[in-house]
Every structure is written in structure tokens, then in C-alpha cells.
């Protein structure tokens, strides 16, 4: 009784806080455990929380059973991005990359496997990682983010071989070009540059700003979402969400999306694209043409 | 026995030693004293006589003639008593049978038939003596009726009455009253000493009877010799009577000689005994007679008062027996034993005696004498029947007969063959017809000689006549017998059937005598005694006995009672022992109370002296202990409360001890209320309520009849219910600006809950901005002190079922008037209610109280001082400056350009109705006890709409605010990041924004981050290349980046030494 009444007052006080942390929680990065069962997924305040996606998808589900089974604070800025490797959970936001092991998270230990930290210029501010990509081939990881390179570490040794330097501002995201081993990067300065894994060269440079058709000044020039399919190549953000196709470097479709859009990708000869506030899922045809939007 | 006898009488002779051949004592047997018959008109002489023979025999020869006396040895005694049946054929044909005892005199003078008349006791005695000497018997002396009283036997049938005589009986039947006095001593003597003792009299006794001087003679020395043996008996005559014998007496009594005798005598003696006696006048005296003799002393006992009645009979009998001059003497008892007769017969020897009683039964008169002194007893046939009657035929038999005869006819029907009689009877009859054919015959023939025949033959039918009336009265005897004897038998049937009944129920009793004593159950077995292991365990040997009880359970089981026992009374004594020492206690106690009762007067005249020296002190312990008093009438839960209070404020100042601990005594509690009231409301504390329930029973039965009233009842139910306790505690929390809280806290005794009302008063006047209206109203400065603690509802979770019965919907409506029942002041209270259960279980709990007491007070404490700070924030906030304190600078760079424009107070209601809170009121935060507010933040064109929700729990809970940026389009959290990215920042990074503790300053400090967020955002803004001419916010703070992170959030996060801005 006596407890209770001490704890009265912190209660109420953890519960408004954990009320307006909800409140204004943004989840940045998610990924799919190697088995297909589990989802990570990271938010603003660098906590990862894993869901057991079997559990809510049964025909059992609770509402317990939408709740994380694991939460951990895994990083003290966001975590802005996370992938898996067939062992590995790699997570990164405020200019680390930690390792986490799947079979330990499931089991609900979570301490870090490891650490990297990109050999940074500047130390007043830590710059944030903002992409994460898996080259399975090389068995690299690429890093890009704030300090505007690309690092590529090696996941055997966890070495750091190359930076790609390239862009005038911080890079937003990145995207394999799986048949040559090519790289595309998208940054803040509006560019998308397609890098070259062999030569670690920068190939074509896209500054889709300085096309017409596709640039919205009041929206800025950034590029936020990104993703290829060898030939062809989707970008938007502040400028509209364009198809270009690569060799030509050409937008060949502006598609009419008003937001600036948040995540885009391909599925066989579809567009998906996913707008960042808006509710809407919406589906196109290379052509240009909206199929059908999918909606919350 | 009376065949015995008259064998003896045919034997002839008799040996001449003294030699017990026979003796008979009829004693208390009529069947041998004989002569009793049937309904004799003198009857009364019957049962209790006693008749004594005795047999003495005689002294040796003649006797000398005067004085002189032969001792003689010679002769032996006999004694016999017969029984036998005289015939007495007399002239008038009369037969007397009677049975008669007989003396026999040795002497032989021929047999005098002696009818005897014992008129006695059923006792007799006849005792053979042999006479050892003395005075006897020479002469004979023939004065006595030697005539047979000859009178006609009608005499005898009719008259036998004896007049009765008025003299004294001795007088009559004595000769002369003073001439001889006899004294008669029967000595018991020593079978050894017998012959000593008759030498030694032999020697004595005559001188006494030879000396002159002395009046007395020595009538006889006998020995018994049948009868009771070695006894000697004295007859000693005293000439001159009753003188005589007082002068022989003192004579010998001076006589050396004699009283050598004596005690020489008293040697060999047994016993003693003697009697007075005087002789009968009719009989003669003794005298001194020829020898030698047998003497037969017959003792009679008879009845008192018949004595006069024996001696006229035996005077009349005494003739018969004059015979042989076998009478000696006759003798009756004067002093000694009384109604005593003494017969003393003198014979030749016991063969003459025979005869000579036998000649007496011959005679006519003897027996009829006999018969009248015998009693009336019957005679048992048996004995009677004899086969020595003489022959019938002599017997003449008459038919008038008198009572006597048919009594002795009744006898004798026993001894007659019945066969016989019949013959006799035939016999008699053909001689009747014979004699009367003879008479007939002789008339008819006539003749002179037939009259002296017919005479001649009357006379002889006349006897026939008779003897034929004398059978039939034979058969009528015979047939009485018979039914006498069945009767007799029957009785006896009867009588051993009676025995049997009583013997079987003898029988039957013993057995149940038997059943009882076997189920008898002894009470020890109802006991509990102790096991037996335990008893040899613990019983000391002395009761245990080991050895003995092991092995005999009788034993153990006494030596377990034993044991028992001693337990008990050891068991008792220690009670008694602790009894007494209770009543010692007690004494000391009542001692003790005594003192302490004595000792209170003398305290409270301490305590009224002490008064000043606290007033002085300022230890108002006399204030407090009235406090106290008062407190006493307090509810419990306002009891617990006012005690817990007290205390804490106690400690509190306790722990300042370093301080004056009157001066900011930071909590001060008091009473208030009628104290009076509040007893009146303990005493009766039933009736109000029982009021109530009487009066909703009714009312529930009265509803549709008193409809207009049942408001006004209800109001009426409703007050009573919600009734306050006539007493409160107030509660003075001081805080450390000098403003108070008042606390007052009330008990609401029916729905068991306590409320409280509040009020703030401060040091200094405020100056109450507008929208710090609620900020202290009483109804709201408290709210929500605990989470969720509105203090609107009720928190006894019974209170909801009296309610619907008085029609409460909540006790919201009334909160105002009562005060809030808010659940911290119940636990203060120790009121703890259960959250689900709907019965009350209600302890007031003083832990309960202790545990909640520091807490609240800190939280009061904090919440009125945080009230204060915001009131203080809200006036300069309403005029649209943000008082940042001076130790909150650091959180904000120096140049801030948004400006807080308004500051107003909106309703929840409007809240909800805002767009842009919709996030907040989804995630419940907007409850109605918050207190809502708008705030509105320029800079230039750009509008920022705050929406604030305070919650009441500030500053520990901050204030979340909601934004809309007007500019550019309106811009929320919606559809843009930076928006809620800004939110963020004042809600959830509210704790840099506290400031210094306690934190109160937290809404100034958060509405100048939005001022300084709403500088970044808006000079943060990319520029527009579409747009022509200048940024309307340049860029004026220092930003490491403008966009960071996939949401390009711009640098918020404001860094303090540097002054520039980052990403968090």
C-alpha cells in the first residue's frame, strides 16, 4: 500500500510521458528477419522494436499479440535504417552501425554484436546514417548519410575499404542496380549519381531539379526516395516523382503526385509508390498512368 | 407312654436301684395331661395350666413319730405318667374316662382310685423324690372325706358350678392362716458333690430340727429321683407362721454352725430355689408315716384366679384317694412362684402306686373331679384310644347324658370298633323286637306273672332304648369327627400350601437379592482414573503397591482409587491455595486503585499550576489536551485523521529543531464544530437512522396516496443522507511563501465517506488575471492531486445503492455544498474502499492514514505552491510577456523574435472541437478535469496557434500543447514533419524545459521554446527560387544544418554555451 502510494505520482507522470512519446513516435525503418517470421522496426527515439509478424497474422491474433515482443534501445538518435543478413540484424541512425544477432534479439538478449563507426571528417556534429545497402555479392554494406559519401564496410573483416565522395549535401537514400555492380544514391542536393563498385567510380550523375518537367521549387530539390530496375530508375521528393530511364538519362514519366513522396519501388512492371502524408498507396503503369491507389 | 405304664403296673416288682427307667413332662402338651374335653361349662380353667408330678421316695421306714427322722436310703423312684381310660361303671350307667396321670406308692396299701382334678396348666410336673428325712407321715389322718358323695348323678350332670368365695384365696383354702407356714427348697447340687452335700445336710439339717429354740420342722430330705436329677429338695414347716419363720431366720442367721453349713454348701450347689407355701385345708397335714416310700411331688401352674376353683374340686376329690393313705400333703405357693400347687403322694413303691391310682379311676366322682380341673383342651384321639378299656358289654350307657359324658362319648368313639357297634346296633334291635314280641306276647296272653315280666322286660328295652340312643349319638360323633378330621386335613393342605407360597416367594426374593447384588455397579467405575503405566509411573510405591496390585485387579483398582483420591484432594488444595492468592491480588489491586484514584486530584492542580509556565514556555500542552478532549467525540475516520495530523505536524517541526518550532509551524490542526452536538448525535445514535428506515417503508406503501409531499420527502431523505458530523478538522498547511492552505475535512456519517474543501489564502494580495480564474477555486485546486482523483464520485462503492434510493443520480451535483470526496482524503482518513466489490468493508485504519500522510501533505504542499506560480505566470502571460526567470536564460538564445500575442482560457469543449488536437484527444490526454488554453504566437505573417492542455497535476504532468502554423497554408502535424517534429519538442523534451525545482516555471519556459522553434522553422524555410525578392526571415540563427534525417527535420535544438542550433 504504502509502494502504491509512492508510486502514484511517478505513474501518472510515466504515463503522460509514454502518452506523448506515442504521440509523436515516427518509425523510420523497419526490416524482415532472414526466417520471414519477425519485423524490426526502428523509431525516432532509436528504439527497436521486433513483432512477431506469424503471431499477429494467425487466425488467433490478440491484441497482444500486436505488440512488440522485444523493445530495446538500440541507438541514441533515430534509427533511420536497417537490414538483414541471414544471421544479422544491422541497424543504423545517429553515425553508427550496429550488428545485432537475429537469435539473440528472438530470445529477447539484446546486446550489440558490434559496432562501426565511418571514419568521419567533422566532429561538431556526428553526422546521421540515413541508408543502408547490402551488396550480397561483394559482401559489402554501404553506408550513406550525413557526412554526404557512400562507405562501403566489409562485413567480413567489418572494415571500412572506400568512400564515394561525391554529393554536396547529405544523401537520403540508396539503391542496388543488381545486375552490374552498380549503386545509386540519392541526396539532398537533388543529384541521383550512379557509382560504380568495381572502379568505386561515380558513372552518371541525374540532377533531376534541372529538368523542367519534374522540378518544384517550393518543394526543394531534394531526393528522397529512389529505386531501379537496371534500365529504369524512380526518384522523387521534393522535386515530382519521375521515371527516368538510365542510359538516356532521360524523366521519361512525371507521375502527378503532389506530396513529396516519402518511399517508392518496383514490382515487375508496376510502380509502387508510397506518399509520406497521405494515406494512399498508389500503384501506376510505366506509362504514367494510375492504375489504382491502396488506401489505409 | 401309657402302654409303657401299664406294662410297669403288670410288671410287678421294680429293681431297687435309683435307677431313670421313664419320665414323661407333658410340658405344654395336652395330649398328656389328659382330661380335657369338649365344651365344658368350666373351660376357663384350660390352657395355662401346668400340672407337676413328682415321684419322691419315701425315707427309710417309719418315721419317727416326733421329731425324729429315719434317713433312709432305701427305695427307688419312678416316674411315669399314664394316660388311660377308666371305666367307672356307676349306678346311673355313667363312664367317666379320663386320662390320669398316677402315683404308685411303694408301700402297697392297695389302690385307692384317686380322681385326681387338675384344674392346672397345660405344664405339670411329677418328680419322683426319695426321701433323705425329716418329719413324716405316721398316722393318717381320716378327717378327710372318706365318703363318696353318693348324691344322684343328676347332681353331677347339672351342678358342678363352685360358688365364688369373696375371701382372699389363701385365707379359704388354707386351714389356718397363721398355723403352718411351709417353705420348700429345691437344691441344684453338683452331680460330684451329691452324696457330700447329703452327708453334710444330713448332719446339719436335723439339729435345726431337733433344737427347740427353733420354730421350725423338717418335714422331709428328699433326692429326685425322676425329674430333674441330682437335685435335693427341703420341706421345712414353720408352726406359728410367718412370726416362726422370721425368728427361725434371725437365729440362724447368728447360728455359726449353720452359716459354716451354708457356705460349705454353696460349694457344691448349682442353684437355688425355694417357695413359701401354705397347705390346703381339706388336706392333711403331713405327717410322719411308716416307711419305706416312694413320694410323688406333682406341681401345678395354674391360671391366676382359678385357685379358689381347684381347691373346691380337689376338696371334693381329695376322698376318693384316701385309700392307702397315699396322700401327704397339699400345698400352694404364697411367695415364690406364684399359682403354684404342690401335690405330695406318698407310696409302697410305684407298682402300688399304679394300682392305687387305677382303684381311683374306679371311682364314681373321681373323674368327673378330674375332669373339671383339667383344661379345656381337646384330647387328641389318637392318644385317647386305647386297647386297655375294659369290656363294652359292662358299660351301660345312657342316653341323657351331660356335657361332660358326650365330651368323654366323644373319646370314646375312638376307642369303639364302629363294626362293633353296628353289630351291637343289630344285637340291640332284635332284642327290642324280641322283647317287645315278648311283652306283646305276654299281654296278650295276660297272666299275673306278665305284669312282673312285661316290667321286667320294659325295664330291660329301656337299657336296649338307651343303648340304641347311645349309637346314634356314637355315629353323630363319629360323622363330626370324620368332617373334624377332613377339615383338619384340608387345613393342613392349606397351611403347608402356604409355606410353599412363602418359600417360593422366599425363593423368588433371594433371587432378586442375587440379580441385584450381581449387577450391583460400584460408582468408581464412573471415574476417569489415570492409565495404568501412568499410575505406576507417577503413584508413589506406598499407593501403587507394585507387588501386590500387579496381580490382583481388586487391589489395583483400590490402590487406583486410592491414588485418584490423593490427587483430587492435592488437586483441591492447590485450588484453595490459588483461590487465596486471587483474593491477594485483588486486595493489592483495590490498594493499588485506591492510591492511583487519590493521586488524580493532586495531577489536575499540578496541571492548573502549569498553566503560566507553558503560557511561557510556549508549550501549549494544556491547548493540545483539550484538542484532545474535543477530538475524542471526533468519528473515527476524522479521529485517525485529526491523530495522524497532529503527528505529522509534530515530527515536521520536530525535524526544523533548529528553528523556534512555534513559529512556521507548517501544519497546523484544529477542531471545529459543536462538540455538544456531536455527543447528542453518539447518544442516540440508532433512532435517527431507525427514523429513516421506518419512514421508507412507509413511504414506499404511501407513494401514490402522497404523491405532492414525496419531493419534498425525497429533499428531506436527501439531506439526511448527505449529513455532515456536527464536527470537522481543519487542516492549516503552511507553504514556505506564507500562503495557507485550509483544509477542512468532514465526515458524512450515512454515506460513511469524508470530503474536503479547500482554500488558498496568500501572503500578498494577487491580482487575479482572467484566465487564472480556476486556478484556486476551491473546486479545483485539488483535483486530480492523486491520477484520475477528480474527487466527483463517490469513492465507497456502497454510497451508489443508498443513493438509488433516494434518487442521487451522483454525488457530482452536490460536491459544492459537502466538499470533495477525493480518495486521498479517505486514505488519510484510513477509509479504504475495495475498487470492485460493492460491499463496504470499512476499517479506519490508522497505518493507512500513517502511510498516506506525508505524501499528500508534500503533494498539497506542492500543488498550492505550483497553483501559485502558474497564477503568477498567467498575469504576465495574459499580457502577453513570457516571464522567463532569470535561471532559465540558458535555455534560450538571447534574441528571440516570435512574440506571444494572446493568452485566453477555452473550454474543453471547444478544444475538442479544434482540428489540429485530435492526435491528443485520441490518446485520452484531454480529460475534462485539465484546464484548457490558447495560445497564439506571431512573428510577422506567420501565425502559430497553440492549443495547451494543463493538466491539474502541473508541473509534475506538463502542459501538452498542439500546434497550426499559419503561414505558407496552414501547416500541422498532419502534413508537416517540422510541425510535429516542434510539438516534440515542447511536449516530450519538456524536462530541460523545468528549470529550476520545483519546476514551475515549465509553461513559460515551453511557450518561449515555441517562440524560439517558430524563429528556426520559420528562418529555417527554404527559399523559394519561384518566388522573387527577399526571404521574410532571414536566416538569422547559427544552424550546423538546415535539414537532417530521412523527415529532413530542421535543427531545433538549441545548443546553450555555443548559441547555436542542431538536430537532436
New interface residues.
Partial sequence: MERAAQQAVPLGQMEVFQALQRLHMTIFSQSVSPCGKFLAAGNNYGQIAIFSLSAALSSEAKEESKKPMVTFHAHDGPVYSMVSTDRHLLSAGDGEVKAWLWAEILKKGCKELWRRQPPYRTSLEVPEINALLLVPKENLLILAGGDCQLHAMDLETGTFMWALRGHTDYIHCLALRERSPEVLSGGEDGAVRLWDLRTAKEVQTVEVYKHEECSRPHNGRWIGCLATDSDWMVCGGGPALTLWHLRSSTPTTVFPMRAPQKHVTFYQDLVLTAAGNSCRVDVFTNLGYRAFSLSF | MPRLAERSEGDGTFPLCPTLFGITSPIGSSDLTGGAGLGSPLSGYGDSHSERFCFLRGAAGPLLPQRSVTWGTVGWERTSLEVRHKTGAEQKGMELHEAQAEMVEGDGKGKGDDGEKVSLQPRALSICLKLLGGLFLSDYDKRFYSKDNEGSWFRSLFVHKVDPRKDAHSTLLSKKETSNLYKIQFHNVKPECLDAYNSLTEAVLPKLHLDEDYPCSLVGNWNTWYGEQDQAVHLWRFSGGYPALMDCMNKLKSNKEYLEFRKERSQMLLSRRNQLLLEFSFWNEPQPRAGPNIYELRTYKLKPGTMIEWGNNWARAIKYRQENQEAVGGFFSQIGELYVVHHLWAYKDLQSREETRNAAWRKRGWDENVYYTESSKKRKPKVIRSDGAPAEGKRTRSDTEQEGKYYSEEAEVDLRDPGRDYELYKYTCQELQRLMAEIQDLKSRGGKDAAVEIEDRRIQSCVHFMTLKKLNRLAHIRLKKGRDQTHEAKQKVDAYHLQLQNLLYEVMHLQKEITKCLEFKSKHEEIDLVSLEEFYKEAPPDISKAEVTMGDPHQQTLARLDWELEQRKRLAEKYRECLSNKEKILKEIEVKKEYLSSLQPRLNSIMQASLPVQEYLFMPFDQAHKQYETARHLPPPLYVLFVQATAYGQACAHRKSSQPPRQDKMLSVAIEGSVDEAKALFKPPEDSQDDESDSDAEEEQTTKRRRPTLGVQLDDKRKEMLKRHPLSVLLDLKCKDDSVLHLTFYYLMNLNIMTVKAKVTTATELITPISAGDLLSPDSVLSCL???DHGKKTPNPANQYQFDKVGILTLRDYVLDLGHPYLWVQ?LGGLHFPKEQPQHTVITDHS?SA??ME?TMK?LKTRVQSRLALHKQFASLEHGIVPVTSDCHYLFPAKVVSRLVKWVTIAHEDYMELHFTK??VE???AGDTNLYYMALVERGTAKLQAAVVL?P?YS???P?FQLCLNWKGEKTN????NI?AM??EV??CCKELCGPRPGHQLLTNQLQRLCVLLDVYLETE?H????EGPKEFPQEKMC??L??????IKPFKYNHPQGFF???
Avoid: M, Q, W
Avoid at chain 2, 535539414?1043 to 529532413?1048: L, Q
Fill in positions: 492523486y491520477p484520475g486514505k493507512l502511510s498516506h505524501t503533494l492526435d491528443v490518446a485520452g490526454l493538466n497535476g509534475s504532468i506538463p501538452i498532419n502534413n508537416d514533419d510535429r510539438e516534440s511536449n516530450v527554404s523559394d527560387d519561384s518566388v550546423l544544418r535539414f537532417r534525417g530521412p523527415s529532413r542542431s538536430h537532436r
